[in-house]
Each structure stands twice: as structure tokens, then as C-alpha cells.
């Protein structure tokens, strides 16, 4: 079974954590750190296959010093960024720091459940709570805000499949197709496959 430890100041958060874990199968708590100072001796102490991380501490710590100081010391280790931080270039950094995943924490239980089944396996997972709102430019690594099926969908799209094509294309379901490309446009802050290809087209994605 899977390990995970979770660096959240609050307890019932923690709490909740682990019970939902218990429920519906996820990784194993074995460690835990209310304060960002003790993270890294517990993540050290107990090496888990992922952690759970806050991005904004009562103290003043910001979650991603932690992060680089927990890749320092182990290049593997599998970050999970888990906070009510939204701003897409703090998810940004996040991710620049090495963090394989950021989802906030408004999201469903399935969600969450998702982003650490997809950051266990070593693939990025950004929430789809994370939208361009307050209508900045997406960062420049925008792609990276993808999971690897989203991805996937979104290269689909830009080649003009239909939902049924790309579905079939990648052997899964038409439903499913349209929720990766809904969460997609969320990420992107945009409402239409036209300007997903446009986006493409600005990533020099299309030749």
C-alpha cells in the first residue's frame, strides 16, 4: 500500500484526510506536521510515497521553500500541493518548484482521490477549481497545468476529433472525453474548441 504524509497546520483537515483515505482506499498516513518547520524531519523520518502539502502557514511559511527543501534532499519524492490558494501563478511556482500536483481544497472528495492516485504514479494533476478568473495571461508553462489525459484530450481536439473520435481514439468513454475537455477550458479560462486551438496555435503547437 501507498504511504503519505501531510504537512497541514489544521488537525480536523488532517483528520478528515485520513478518513477519507480509509473509506475509499488511498494511501496510508504515516506521518504528519502541523507546522512547516518540522516537515521535512517527518517526511525524512517516515519516506512516503507522496506528500500532502499547504502552500500558506499562520506562521508566515510559504509551502514552497518546503517543497524545494523536500526535493533537495530526495529528487523522487512526490509532492501534492493541497490549499485554498487559487491564483494560477502561485499554482505556477508550485509546480516550477517540482511539485507534481496542486488541487485546492473546495474540490470534491473524487477529486482529490484522483490527484493523488495521478501524482502516486508520477504524472502531474493540476484541480479543475484552478481558472484563469480574474483574467490574467495563462503562465508560460500552461501546459504543465494539464494532467497527462488531459493533455492527451486537448492534442485531440486541436486535431479537430470529435468527442466520439477522441474517445475512441483513446479507449475510454465519450462522457469522460467531455469532462477532461471541460476541465481543460477551465484551466485555460476558455469557453470554445476554437480557442483551445488558438491557444495551441500560441504554444506553437500547430504548424
Given at each position: 500500500m501507498a504511504t503519505a504524509a501531510l504537512i497541514d497546520d489544521h488537525a480536523i483537515f488532517r483528520d478528515v484526510l485520513k478518513i477519507l483515505f480509509e473509506l475509499k482506499g488511498g494511501p496510508r498516513v504515516v506521518g504528519e506536521a502541523s507546522f512547516p518547520e518540522s516537515?521535512?524531519?517527518?517526511v525524512n523520518a517516515t519516506r512516503p510515497d507522496v506528500v500532502l502539502l499547504d502552500l500558506v502557514f499562520p506562521t508566515g511559511h510559504d509551502g514552497i521553500p518546503i517543497a524545494r527543501k523536500l526535493l533537495q534532499h530526495n529528487p523522487a519524492q512526490r509532492i501534492l500541493f493541497v490549499s485554498m490558494v487559487k491564483d494560477r501563478s502561485r499554482v505556477a511556482d508550485a509546480?516550477?518548484?517540482?511539485?507534481?500536483?496542486?488541487?485546492?481544497?473546495?474540490?470534491?472528495?473524487?477529486?482529490?482521490?484522483?490527484?493523488?492516485?495521478?501524482?502516486?504514479?508520477?504524472?502531474?494533476?493540476?484541480?479543475?477549481?484552478?481558472?484563469?478568473?480574474d483574467g490574467h495571461a495563462r503562465p508560460p508553462d500552461s501546459l504543465g497545468l494539464l494532467t497527462h489525459r488531459e493533455r492527451e484530450v486537448f492534442e485531440l481536439v486541436v486535431e479537430g476529433l470529435s468527442t466520439h473520435q477522441a474517445a475512441k481514439r483513446l479507449c475510454i468513454s465519450p462522457r469522460t472525453v467531455e469532462t477532461h475537455r471541460s476541465r481543460i477550458m477551465a484551466k485555460f479560462g476558455v469557453h470554445s474548441a476554437t480557442e483551445l486551438i488558438r491557444i495551441a496555435a500560441g504554444l506553437g503547437l500547430i504548424r
Open positions: 516537515a521535512c524531519e517527518v509546480l516550477r518548484a517540482g511539485a507534481l500536483g496542486y488541487v485546492t481544497k473546495d474540490q470534491s472528495s473524487a477529486e482529490l482521490m484522483e490527484a493523488v492516485s495521478e501524482v502516486l504514479a508520477g504524472r502531474r494533476y493540476v484541480g479543475s477549481t484552478v481558472q484563469g478568473m
